[in-house]
């Protein structure tokens, strides 16, 4: 995997107009936005950016307008706020075709260290197909490009990719290089003992990601909805538990390649189990507790047991890397959580590297409170899982090399 990216570090961006991709793709309320994570993490490049005397022109995607310039996912919002968290103004370029006579005009009166924004990509249709003719609108603006959207790596759009290539300076921003080195190191170059933890609902979303992470990591765990296919590959009763009956040889494979490997792969040895499914997902819900050789028929297992917990957090003990990539049960529902919160509580209290795959394993580790003692949560739960998969994330290959 070439990782060795030119990023802002390696370049001088003074009296040069620097188009900066970042990920404000953020949750809206009433135009209000509810959770600013995402700006205050791209706060540093674009400081840097600034200090550097560049004329910074910020862009991205919010949500899916699907190619048109509809009011409700404008970035004004996020100009608004950006404004506030640094202390500048950040000029709003409100053309609905996103590269127009607004962003021109703010471009072509900037002075070094001035920060402008462009509406959202997203308005324009060709922006998802890395169409030619908004990367060549993008590319004009600018003499220097920084990709600093790692949530949207792992796709070809134009103004990721498509613009990289028209413009002769591109290189990564500080977000982007902190997700290349953790889960680019960790996957690649890990320090050993090196667990992974594969949770969330399908086996499907998580096919090649257990088979690249059985070569890689010394220990595989598996917990969530997509451990019951392979509980029933091993022959259990799952009752009414998810499963998906077309992987149940694939989940053979996995387990048999596990032991040609010589690597363990952990499974639930308990299950929490309920009637029906909540609904709402967290409404109150009755639980028991079976080994996982004696689940019965009519009950659906929502979460690891007691004892696969204790299991678990015991073979992250021993981790000097330990990846996580989503969750042990129906985390939404408190009384589901146990299994998730013991992961968690077990990566908070190592001194291992411990990286959260973005995703509803960030969410979890976040609402739980244990957001900061974990080294790295990934900021992009496709773009993460597909980097876990060993697969080239175009965002990043379209970058200059060292």
């Known amino acids: 995997m070439g990782l060795n990216k030119k990023s802002v570090d390696d370049i001088n961006v003074k009296g040069l107009r620097v188009l900066c991709r970042c990920d404000f793709n953020v949750p809206l309320k009433e135009g209000k936005i509810t959770d600013e994570n995402r700006l205050v993490a791209a706060l540093p490049t674009i400081k840097k950016l ?28 996020v100009a608004e706020r950006l404004s506030e968290l640094l202390g500048q103004e950040v000029k709003f370029a409100a053309d609905p075709e996103v590269v127009g006579p607004n962003a021109k005009a703010a471009v072509e009166a900037m002075k070094d260290g001035d920060v402008v924004l462009l509406e ?19 590319a004009s603006l600018c003499d220097v490009f920084v990709n600093d959207a790692f949530g949207t790596a792992h796709r070809a759009h134009c103004s990721n990719v498509g613009v990289a290539s028209l413009v002769p300076v591109a290189v990564v921003g500080y977000l982007m290089q902190k997700e290349i080195d953790f889960l680019g190191n960790a996957v690649e170059n890990p320090v050993r003992p090196f667990v992974a933890i594969l949770g969330g609902a399908k086996v499907a979303d998580k096919l090649n990601v257990i088979s690249n992470l059985l070569e890689k990591c010394d220990t595989l765990i598996i917990g969530g909805g997509m451990a019951y296919t392979f509980l029933k590959a091993q022959g259990y009763e799952i009752g009414k538990s998810l499963v998906d009956d077309t992987k149940i040889d694939y989940c053979k494979e996995m387990m048999e390649k596990a032991e040609k490997l010589g690597k363990k792969l952990l499974l639930p040895v308990d299950s929490v189990t309920i009637a029906d499914f909540p609904s709402p997902i967290d409404a109150p819900v009755e639980v028991e507790i079976y080994d996982v050789e004696n689940m019965p028929a009519d009950r659906e297992g929502c979460d690891i047991g007691p004892k696969t917990a204790a299991m678990y957090a015991e073979a992250v003990k021993t981790a000097k890397t330990v990846v996580w990539n989503g969750p042990m049960g129906v985390f939404e529902n408190p009384t589901l959580a146990a299994g998730t919160i013991a992961v968690a ?31 790295h949560i990934s900021t992009g739960g496709g773009a993460s899982l597909e980097f876990l998969e060993g697969k080239e994330l175009p965002g990043v290959a379209a970058m200059n090399d060292k």
């Open 120 to 138: 959202n990509t997203r308005y324009r249709a060709e922006e998802t197909k890395n169409g030619e003719a908004f990367s060549k609108d993008l």
């Open 345 to 375: 509580k077990a990566l908070a209290e190592t001194d291992a590297t411990t990286i959260i795959g973005g995703g509803d394993s960030a969410a979890a580790v976040n609402q739980l409170g244990f957001g900061d003692k974990m080294s």
């Open 50 to 77: 600034i200090a550097d005397g560049g004329k910074v022109i910020l862009c991205s995607h919010l949500g899916k307008p699907k190619g048109v310039a509809d009011p409700k996912f404008s970035l004004a919002p």
